[in-house]
T-cell receptor, first 112, second 112 residues
Framework: GENVEQHPSTLSVQEGDSAVIKCTYSDSASNYFPWYKQELGKGPQLIIDIRSNVGEKKDQRIAVTLNKTAKHFSLHITETQPEDSAVYFCAAILNTGNQFYFGTGTSLTVIP | DAGVIQSPRHEVTEMGQEVTLRCKPISGHDYLFWYRQTMMRGLELLIYFNNNVPIDDSGMPEDRFSAKMPNASFSTLKIQPSEPRDSAVYFC??????????FGPGTRLTVL
């Protein structure tokens, strides 16, 4: 199966600064890479995703980049705000199935 | 749509008791997933169904765990007998095809 590693496990940034979370995957057959945000006491929610035929995708302050050769993808949050504080999970899906392989999560704290 | 519905939201039980967690997926979704989340192991996929049929149950910890999906709008995860190490947050998620998974709010299980 797939193995997804995520770094860092915790991240603190000042409000207004940027935050970057990185993930690597092992199986070149993975072709879909979603990012989920989990707020305290809630289930994870999709915030952005990218497919293997695209190198970068943006949605307002959030962007994801994918390097298929190196098998890594990253989440970039610019102009961070306190409400960005949450746990973020990356995931990878093989093109042969529908199982999400999740990273171990990054706890992001945005300091006002 | 109300989203994925899980019940109960919290469950406290004693070791050895049977626990049943319930999930109602989003109407029209054909995939249903059960996850377990702990600090130590993160988000673990336990089992997933496609069109009410179990596809992959390799994540089910042991025979004490069982899951059913009698129809497209209902699934259960049962633990019998429960043990303290089963304490975790259990999430149900559903998706339409190989796309975004929508998570429920979770059931926080405490086994004393």
């Amino acid at each position: 199966g797939e193995n997804v590693e995520q770094h860092p496990s915790t991240l603190s940034v000042q409000e207004g600064d940027s935050a970057v979370i990185k993930c690597t995957y092992s199986d070149s057959a993975s072709n879909y890479f979603p990012w989920y945000k989990q707020e305290l006491g809630k289930g994870p929610q999709l915030i952005i995703d990218i497919r293997s035929n695209v190198g970068e995708k943006k949605d307002q302050r959030i962007a994801v980049t994918l390097n298929k050769t190196a098998k890594h993808f990253s989440l970039h949050i610019t102009e961070t705000q306190p409400e960005d504080s949450a746990v973020y999970f990356c995931a990878a899906i093989l093109n042969t199935g529908n199982q999400f392989y999740f990273g171990t999560g990054t706890s992001l704290t945005v300091i006002p | 749509d109300a989203g994925v519905i899980q019940s109960p939201r919290h469950e406290v039980t004693e070791m050895g008791q049977e626990v049943t967690l319930r999930c109602k997926p989003i109407s029209g979704h054909d995939y249903l997933f059960w996850y377990r989340q702990t600090m130590m192991r993160g988000l673990e996929l336990l089992i997933y169904f496609n069109n009410n049929v179990p596809i992959d149950d390799s994540g089910m910890p042991e025979d004490r765990f069982s899951a059913k999906m009698p129809n497209a709008s209902f699934s259960t995860l049962k633990i019998q007998p429960s043990e303290p190490r089963d304490s975790a947050v259990y999430f149900c998620a559903s998706s339409l095809g190989r796309g975004e998974q929508f998570f429920g709010p979770g059931t926080r299980l405490t086994v004393l």
